[in-house]
């Protein structure tokens, strides 16, 4: 397998690349080899990688899967104690936020809010507490 960069139209900005097959005589490329699309972001081992690795996309889609928790753990609210709160948490999305957070941690500080304030919102949620209760708790389990 071998790979090529091509310009095209003579632009030092637009580039294609093929991956050129065994049968490729580099004179015929077009026809016989595959050529490599360029996407805004893509999802790859759990992890949405964008194509300026700013990580709005992965961080979104975090963001939401923890908005969908809520209607999760609804029901625990009024029903377990506060340990075993913790340790739901804990499992469901701690679990979630520490996949893959060494490559996505360096986020533009507006994306990693939006996440933050849903976190926060989902344990105080959980928790039936106030916000001035909320900053000790997040404390303890962060």
Same mark, same amino acid.
């Given at each position: 397998?071998?790979? $090529?960069i091509y /310009? &095209?139209?003579?632009?030092?900005y637009?580039?294609?690349i093929? %991956? =050129?097959?065994?049968?490729?005589?580099y *004179?015929?490329?077009?026809v016989?080899?595959?050529?490599?699309?360029?996407v805004?972001?893509?999802k790859?081992?759990?992890?949405f990688?964008?194509n /300026?690795l700013?990580?709005y &996309?992965h961080i979104?889609?975090l &963001?939401?899967t %923890?908005r969908?928790?809520?209607?999760i753990l609804k029901?625990i $609210?009024?029903i377990? $104690?506060?340990? =075993?709160? @913790? +340790?739901i948490y804990?499992?469901?999305?701690q679990? +979630?936020?520490?996949?893959g957070?060494?490559?996505?941690?360096?986020a533009?500080t *507006?994306h990693?809010n939006?996440?933050?304030? &849903?976190?926060n919102?989902?344990?105080k949620y959980i928790? /039936?507490?106030?916000?001035?209760?909320?900053i %000790? %708790?997040?404390? @303890?389990? @962060?």
């Open positions: 397998m071998h790979f $090529r /310009n &095209t139209n003579h632009n030092i637009e580039k294609k093929y %991956i =050129h097959t065994s049968s490729c005589n *004179s015929n490329c077009i016989d080899c595959y050529l490599l699309e360029e805004d972001n893509i790859y081992l759990g992890l990688y964008d /300026n700013k990580w &996309t979104h889609f &963001t939401k %923890i969908k928790l809520f209607y029901d $609210r009024y377990c $104690r506060i340990q =075993h709160k @913790l +340790i804990l499992s469901l999305v679990s +979630i936020l520490n996949f957070i060494e490559f996505w941690h360096s533009y *507006s990693i939006n996440l933050s304030r &849903t976190i919102r989902l344990i928790l /039936n507490k106030s916000s001035s209760n909320i %000790i %708790i997040n404390k @303890l389990i @962060l």
